[in-house]
């Protein structure tokens, strides 16, 4: 005997968005992928290394703060910045203040590979963008802002609801 299925709706406006994004994603990580490569880092090297081009005044940042500031999560930082820094990209020193605290600054070949690479991921992006105008792409970023917003939003409201549900099962001490 088959077994019945559960009715699918053919077409959902919510879930169509969310895989034209997955493929968009997909094929604009794909082509940004290939300037990466050729210049021998990884995305998320590049996330870091311009995060450092970016934000370090000339002390460096403590890993928190670059964790904080990446596209993408990444599950051990320290793994990565030991691979930059043995690529010689970064160096590290410990904070003098507290000792604790490891900072990460960009090296000169760091600096220069980020200075190389952004004229083609430049370029790149805007290849990748051609079916949009102006407002089209301000338009979309508006919109994505606020899908991440409202993700947030849902996020929390799930990680609440959790806490609750695990508050009131807490299991009651049993009488002697």
């Given at each position: 005997m088959e077994r019945a299925k559960?009715?699918?709706?053919?077409?959902?406006?919510?879930?169509d968005a969310y895989l034209?994004?997955?493929?968009?994603?997909?094929e604009m990580a794909t082509a940004l992928a290939r300037v990466f490569q050729g210049h021998g880092v990884t995305q998320q090297q590049y996330n870091v290394l311009r995060i450092?081009?970016?934000r370090d005044k000339g002390d460096g940042l403590p890993c928190s703060a670059i964790s904080a500031r990446l596209v993408n999560r990444v599950p051990d930082m320290t793994r990565l910045l030991?691979?930059?820094?043995k690529a010689g990209l970064v160096t590290r020193h410990r904070c003098t203040s507290d000792r604790r605290v490891v900072r990460t600054r960009l090296s000169e070949e760091g600096t220069a590979l980020v200075e190389r690479i952004h004229g083609p991921l430049h370029a790149a992006h805007a290849r990748l963008a051609t079916e949009l105008d102006p407002g089209e792409l301000?338009?979309?970023?508006?919109?994505?802002?606020?899908l991440r917003n409202g993700v947030a939003r849902a996020e929390d409201e799930d990680a609440s609801a959790a806490q609750r549900a695990a508050a009131e099962a807490t299991p009651v001490e049993a009488s002697a």
């Open positions: 559960t009715a699918l709706v053919d077409s959902d406006p919510t879930v034209e994004l997955v493929r968009a994603h997909e450092l081009y970016v030991d691979r930059l820094e301000d338009e979309l970023t508006r919109l994505l802002r606020k």
